[in-house]
């Protein structure tokens, strides 16, 4: 086995008193792929951004290729043979793919940008990962799949060593997921080491080589063989919450609240008619970019319809905006939850009040005491961290933003609560917490539209299951025992079985 | 954490210290500084110059903030200024008893409603018709010039009345009137802000216009208010200054005031960006940029580095609230300081 590229001993970082990391060893080998694993907040980022220079570090030391070094930065730590590739895709929607891929590193010519030579070079960096598309439009139009593509082919530019890839895939599809791992194995065929941060368990038992498990800042071990079972037990320190037989019979609900006919928008989703009701979980699957989203925030007035008309409770309502929708008791809560769902500067307590004070309009306050108990009410009930209702909302992980976001919603008692991968990005314990909620919501007669990449989840929570495929509804199935590979087959079919 | 160092932190901390810094400077320099005296039953001194001087920007300011915190902005509050004061001064001018209280107040009340209106244009054209705001308010800015003129036909018009005078000369129990109506715009703005969820629905708004609007904010309707806010703002500003010298300019009265007005804002720590707002850190802005003038006639500083002098000043305010700034300035003095978390700072000038 070659010498290790990366070594990080007995590293300590702390903020503001609370130890992010405690004591973390970590190794790295070039040509494997190395898993780091663990819950939100167990030190994963932390333990990055200590690596690529984002944070210094308290105490420990990191050897890259045998020297100790310390990157003032991102830049720098680039520069010195460590890429990274970001959660949420840091990149600039206004500039074009080519751009985006070369910023900063643009070929030049008499002093002035290469534009044929910039736009070629990303096209061949683009064909490496298997890609192509028209490089001179802008990012924005991509979907965020290609985005993540086009954030790691920027990584493989520099002359990396050591390729970090932080939840690369959790905005893929499987047929993305697919191309990304193959794309992986080539590049750790050709040497690279990479640092592969994922919470699809099955995708990390694909292809990492090894794993490390931290757990609240803390070292649990490095593995080269284990079971799926354990690792989740080794991550969450407990063994595995029983997401299997979270529900028992399809329950066709209690009569229908929103009736949508032949709603639709022209380039966005092609006129589908639903029923949705209540106190059950309508899902939504299909692949990446079927139009699931589009969907959604046509249900909720966040996007007009073209055509159609929307009932609920038997009256046509006109979906005008997401106002309109909340007054009637539809509540939303998008998967771009930094862009579409929180306000970052705002504190936890304010970002949970928001749509409730709202709807109230801001001549009717709530008083300080109401709004203290509703939230104290909501950071126990879904169990946010740091349960600090003064918090800034852009400082918590991911999956405690996404239970804020949800505490949002919860506090309207919206008769229809929209889901939009509530679980994307998030840990298993957060992930089992969320569906349980969902039971437990229609239980009480709330009316679930539940969207997730992931079919077994989908599956696990929705009484029906709305396939999509190319922005059609293809077919709606009661989810009577239906398995994940039915699914597929109606994707694939287009519904036509 | 210990006091001190939440002091510190707090946002207010920087633009305070530095105000503060400033006035020891003039005392310093002239002893008398901070002498207040009593005469005639008026209170009279550099301090009180600066509050009752500052009044107009503090007015302006505040209305600034709020259009600041949704993250527009609003360039045409000195055209306002002009317009609203040359409304008032044609009015006072034809009344047959210029020291008539109740034409004075007509005068006043008409000046009022055209400056709401003009906020509600901008605030139209901004919330309902999607202009830019910096586009949007440009319009007025140089239109609004323009119709001053109009209204003054080209002259400046000189007024008797006591009455108006004394909106920015006069004074109420020993305090001029101007620093107790900024005093009140002050405090009811902040109470009624900060008492209703209005300062949390534009720093919604302000900080994230896509996630508020998905949370069911009325935002089209709160970005109208703060146009119509500042609008007001700058028209009562326009009556205190044209009273302050009893004629009306069409031409130069606030000229340039918009700019000193975005600058107090960013002083006090609102982001050009929106979002969070203070409308402490504005007055504390404003007041640093009064004193920055005061300073001026102090220190004896010649009239022709004026500017310059005064952009230095603000220079190293921008930079000593600036976290990245005092984060390299504190590595370079002491080599293991731990990092701060980033954050995300504006340097405007």
């Known amino acids: 086995m070659p010498a290790e590229i990366l070594r990080m001993t007995g590293i300590r970082k702390e903020f503001a008193g609370v130890v992010a990391l405690d004591d973390v060893d970590f190794r790295l080998f070039p040509g494997e792929v190395h898993a780091l694993m663990g819950e939100n907040g167990a030190g994963k980022s932390t333990l990055i951004k200590v690596l690529t220079g984002v944070h210094g570090v308290d105490a420990g030391t990191v050897l890259f290729a045998g020297e100790p070094v310390s990157f003032a930065g991102p830049a720098a730590a680039q520069r010195g043979g460590v890429s990274t590739v970001y959660q949420e895709v840091n990149l600039c929607p206004n500039l074009s793919v080519a751009e985006n891929i070369l910023l900063g590193r643009e070929p030049r010519r008499f002093g002035r940008i290469h534009w044929s030579a910039l736009r070629r070079r990303a096209v061949e960096l683009l064909a490496r990962l298997e890609v192509s598309l028209d490089v001179s439009a802008p990012l924005g139009q991509q979907s965020i799949a290609v985005q993540q593509l086009v954030a790691i082919a920027r990584a493989l530019d520099v002359d990396a060593r050591v390729l970090v890839l932080d939840e690369p895939t959790s905005s893929l599809d499987p047929g993305e997921v697919e191309r990304l791992l193959g794309v992986m194995r080539s590049l750790r065929a050709q040497g690279m080491a990479i640092l592969f941060v994922s919470h699809f368990i099955d995708q990390v038992l694909a292809i990492a080589d090894r794993m490390t498990v931290l757990r609240n800042g803390k070292l649990v071990g490095e593995y080269t063989d284990i079971t799926a079972r354990e690792l989740v037990a080794k991550m969450i320190g407990k063994d595995l919450p029983v997401l299997e037989g979270l529900r028992g019979e399809v329950r066709h609900g209690e009569g229908t609240l929103m009736q949508a006919s032949d709603l639709g928008r022209k380039g966005s989703v092609a006129p589908f008619s639903l029923e949705i009701s209540r106190g059950s979980v309508l899902g939504l699957a299909g692949l990446l970019g079927s139009g699931r989203t589009e969907l959604a925030r046509l249900l909720f007035g966040a996007d007009h319809a073209d055509s159609g008309e929307v009932r609920i409770d038997d009256t046509p309502v006109a979906l005008r905006s997401p106002r309109v929708a909340v007054s009637k008791g539809i509540a939303f809560c998008s998967e771009n939850r930094k862009t579409e769902g929180l306000i970052q500067d705002l504190t936890v307590r304010e970002n949970i009040i928001l749509a409730m004070q709202a709807a109230r309009g801001w001549t009717r306050p709530l008083s300080r005491r109401r709004q203290d108990e509703i939230v104290a009410r909501s950071i126990e009930l879904l169990d946010i961290r740091p349960a600090d209702p003064e918090a800034r909302a852009g400082d918590l992980s991911g999956g405690n933003q996404q239970k804020v976001l949800l505490a949002r919603w919860l506090i309207t008692e919206p008769k229809l609560l929209i889901l939009d991968e509530p679980t994307r990005g998030i840990d298993v314990g957060a992930k089992a917490e969320i569906q349980r909620l969902v039971a437990e919501l229609t239980a009480d007669g709330m009316a679930v539209v539940f969207i997730s990449a992931e079919l077994e989840e989908v599956l696990r929570v929705s009484d029906k299951v709305a396939v999509l495929r190319d922005r059609h509804v293809v077919a709606q199935l009661a989810n009577d025992s239906l398995t994940p590979d039915d699914i597929m087959a109606t994707i694939a079919d287009g519904g036509e079985r | ?349």
């Open chain 2, 1 to 349: 954490m210990n006091t001190y160092a939440r002091l510190v932190k707090h946002r207010l901390f920087w633009p305070a210290a530095a105000l503060v810094l400033l006035l020891l400077g003039n005392f310093v320099a002239s002893p008398r500084f901070f002498a207040v005296q009593f005469r005639e039953g008026h209170l009279y001194g550099s301090l009180i110059d600066i509050l009752r001087f500052g009044a107009p920007l503090i007015l302006v300011a505040l209305g600034m903030t709020l259009v600041i915190a949704t993250g527009g902005i609003d360039l045409s509050v000195g055209s306002v200024v002009a317009i609203s004061g040359a409304v008032a001064c044609l009015w006072v001018s034809r009344l047959g008893d210029q020291n008539s209280l109740g034409g004075t107040l007509g005068a006043v009340g008409i000046a009022i409603a055209l400056s709401l209106l003009l906020g509600a244009c901008n605030g139209f054209l901004v919330s309902v018709l999607g202009v830019q705001p910096i586009v949007g308010t440009l319009i007025l800015m140089v239109a609004g010039r323009g119709l001053a003129q109009l209204i003054t036909d080209g002259q400046i018009i000189t007024i008797t009345g006591t009455h108006y005078r004394d909106i920015g000369g006069g004074f109420v129990a020993t305090v001029p009137l101007s620093i107790l109506i900024a005093l009140a715009a002050f405090g009811i703005s902040s109470l009624a802000v900060r008492k209703s969820a209005l300062g949390m629905l534009i720093e919604a708004v302000g900080g994230n216009p896509e996630a508020s609007r998905l949370a069911g904010v009325a935002s089209r309707r709160l970005i109208w208010l703060t146009y119509v806010f500042c609008g007001l703002c700058a028209g009562v500003a326009g009556l205190m200054i044209s009273s302050n010298v009893s004629s009306a300019d069409g031409n130069n009265a606030g000229l340039w005031i918009e700019l000193d007005a975005i600058l107090a804002v960013v002083i006090g720590g609102t982001r050009l960006t929106g979002g969070r707002f203070s409308f402490g850190g504005t007055v504390i802005g404003a007041l640093l940029i009064q004193t920055l003038s005061t300073t001026v006639y102090t220190l004896g500083i010649p009239p022709e580095t004026t500017l310059l002098f005064k952009a230095v000043v603000v220079l190293a305010v921008c930079l000593v609230q600036s976290p990245q700034f005092r984060r390299k300035f504190a590595r370079r003095s002491r080599r293991s300081v731990p990092v701060v978390k980033d954050e995300k700072v504006e340097v405007t000038l």
